[in-house]
């Protein structure tokens, strides 16, 4: 799955992803796509949390290889796509970089920074839609700055939607123009 909201489907190489099993803890543990070794992030005995390496870029989908103390996993075929949104949980904060929730929602008019992965470092095109308008166009959208394989976009809320509870999504523009959105995210917003 991704590592943001766990959903499984295509990953993008260079972005995170959770690697979901048992018997994945140990002294020694690697994964391997198409043979080549992913950066680990965290171990356990049920999850692993890694970068899927970013040389994968172009290829459709990729043989995973869990080892944990030199027991291997059966090979298992992940699929990969050239970008694949997916928004952390909380992953959206206010303008004042306080974590937007329904307790704190932010208020019309100001800048809200969303965390992600699974959107090209270099930037894609992105589009944001809040509520039902879409085509909101970010501030920035690109790597966030010292963090490995999250990306972050900043959008302005629209002075005149509505102060309630609201969805967001983005997407962007993949390989061969297809266009990859992200599952909607809740945020709170306020007049």
Known sequence: ???????????????????WGSNLAGQNVSVTFNAIQAKLLYTGAQQINLQIPPGLSGQSSAQVIVTADGASSAPFTMPLTSAAPAIFTPGVLNQDSTVNSSANPAPLGTVLQIFL?????????????????????????GAAPGLLGLQQVNVAVPADLQGAPSNLTICVMGAGSQRYCSQPESIALKP
Not at 4 to 16: C, E, K, M, Q, T
């Open 117 to 141: 992965t699974g959107m090209p470092d270099s930037g894609a095109a992105a589009m944001v839609t809040i509520q039902n308008r879409g085509g909101l166009v970010p501030l920035y959208a």
């Open 1 to 19: 799955t991704n590592a943001a909201d766990f959903h499984p489907g295509p990953v993008a190489p260079g972005s995170l992803a959770t690697v």
